[in-house]
Nanobody, 116 residues
Framework: QVQVVESGGGLVQAGGSLRLSCAAS????????MMWYRQAPGKQREWVAG??????TYADSVKGRFTISRDNAENTVYLQMNSLKPEDTAVYYC???????????WGQGTQVTVSS
């Protein structure tokens, strides 16, 4: 089994920064990609950023403000969030795609609240 645990959420004022962490543990092998999603109240879950090998991708809404990075040795991924806006308020979820066949593993989420 694979466990995914996020941390680092909290309350921050608009313009501030937060750094989220996500650690995958257990029988983790052949990690294909790690991604961040978010879900705001009353909205569908949306993809935020992803990292696979040496490549990173971002949703247009966060490009230039958020940075995803990874510690391969620890199967840990980070999301540095700068210049936060109230519309970034959401529960942020980490997704780990690993194994053969490829499986999706989700964390329980961490709340990010940005006040105006």
């Amino acid at each position: 089994q694979v466990q995914v645990v996020e941390s680092g959420g909290g309350l921050v004022q608009a313009g501030g920064s937060l750094r989220l962490s996500c650690a995958a543990s257990g029988r983790v092998f052949r990690v294909n990609a790690m991604m961040w999603y978010r879900q705001a109240p009353g909205k569908q879950r949306e993809w935020v950023a992803g990292i696979s090998g040496g490549s990173t991708t971002y949703a247009d809404s966060v490009k230039g403000r958020f940075t995803i990075s990874r510690d391969n040795a620890e199967n840990t991924v980070y999301l540095q969030m700068n210049s936060l806006k109230p519309e970034d308020t959401a529960v942020y979820y980490c997704n780990c795609r690993a194994g053969l066949p490829l499986m999706n593993y989700w964390g329980q989420g961490t709340q990010v609240t940005v006040s105006s």
